[in-house]
């Protein structure tokens, strides 16, 4: 019966784990996660922040 009780006290403490670790990746801002910082060294921040300039007539 001791196995049984140990058992269920693991099962117990890393489904809450689990749980607590899913909620906050869940909570957390939408545009980061694995897929999105996977892209940062490919982000170019010089053409996402200057507005498109018109072209000029000669």
Not at 21 to 49: C, W, Y
Request: glycine share 4%; aromatic share 6%.
């Amino acid at each position: 019966m001791n196995v049984l009780s140990v058992t269920l006290l693991v099962s117990l403490c890393l489904t809450g784990i689990f749980v607590t670790a899913f909620l906050f990746e869940h909570l957390r801002r939408r545009e980061s996660g694995p897929e999105h910082d996977s892209l940062l060294p490919l982000d170019d921040n010089d053409t996402t922040r200057r507005p498109a300039e018109a072209p000029t007539k000669p």
